[in-house]
């Protein structure tokens, strides 16, 4: 039995429910500057996509930045990593954020490469206190660095290591409370790491504080063998859907993202996956206040 619905205390705003922002529906979205008749309410922008010196990319997140509120998402902050923080990096990172005024930036708790090499890829960390220690330490240098908190998000996981010393959601949470930052909420990646792992979904989903959650993924992984992979290629499953309405249900309104980056089909069906979660939000919302 889950908890009903509370306020939000969470220390970002309510956006209600966006999508990716994808080249592909770039015409779709500046055709349309209602978010209600776009069934669109924000956008996520990958951050390293518009890390550029001028051109398309940059047009175009100016004209969706000027009808719609956006985030920021990075897949190359490496915070695991032992590589030394990447300065160029950063400073590329905060020139966007200072031109665009996000009203969130994120990234991966993970790490992506070593020696200077990027394995273009999320590869999962210890869950142990060491590792705790190391990532905590370089986010509140990275949120010194930007000028803001960030979120990270947990990514989903095919291997475990024999040195872990809890489960992913004690990690996560203790960084985040080491850190003072945020927590990105991949509920698809909760489920696609469970069924791979063989732990409960349901557990994780309620052990994660919710005025941490700057927001929630929700997405649709793929099979294969024995394994689920977080490919972002397809609807969101029915479990994922049950997962996140259970955490809605605990924390209460949080701004919900679908991500669809692979056999992306046209905006009118990623909005119907946002109506799904948003139809959701409501009705959670409805009986919460029908029971005050």
Not at 42 to 54: H, K, L, P, T
Request: with cysteine.
């Amino acid at each position: 039995m889950t908890n009903r619905s509370k306020p939000s205390t969470r220390p970002t705003k309510f956006l209600g429910v966006g999508v990716g922002l994808r080249p592909k529906h770039y015409a779709e979205i500046l055709a349309e500057s209602s978010a209600a008749r776009l069934g669109v309410d924000w956008f996520e922008a990958i951050s390293e996509n518009y890390m550029v010196a001028g051109g398309r990319p940059l047009r175009m997140l100016d004209a969706v930045r000027s009808r719609f509120p956006i985030a920021l998402h990075g897949v190359s902050l490496n915070i695991g990593s032992v590589d030394p923080l990447d300065d160029d990096y950063l400073a590329r990172l905060g020139a966007l954020i200072r031109r665009f005024e996000p009203e969130w930036v994120t990234d991966h708790l993970c790490w992506t490469g070593v020696d200077g090499r990027s394995l273009h890829d999320l590869l999962p960390l210890p869950f142990t206190k060491s590792a705790i220690d190391h990532v905590a330490d370089r986010i509140a240098r990275v949120q010194d660095r930007l000028g803001r908190r960030i979120a990270l998000e947990n990514v989903s996981t095919y291997l475990a290591f024999r040195d872990d010393e809890m489960p992913e959601w004690e990690f996560i949470n203790a960084i985040a409370a080491r850190a003072d930052c945020g927590i990105l909420f991949d509920v698809n990646n909760v489920f696609v790491s469970a069924h791979n792992h063989g732990f409960d979904a349901e557990k994780f989903v309620d052990a994660i504080p919710g005025e941490r959650v700057f927001q929630v993924h929700l997405a649709g992984p793929s099979e294969s063998g024995p394994l689920l992979v977080d490919t972002h290629d397809s609807p969101v499953r029915e479990e994922v859907w049950r997962l996140y309405e259970r955490f809605v249900r605990r924390v209460g309104p949080v701004s919900t993202l679908i991500e669809w980056d692979e056999s992306i089909p046209p905006l009118a069906r990623v909005a119907e996956e946002a109506a799904r979660a948003r139809a959701i939000l409501e009705r959670v919302g409805a009986e919460g206040e029908g029971s005050a």
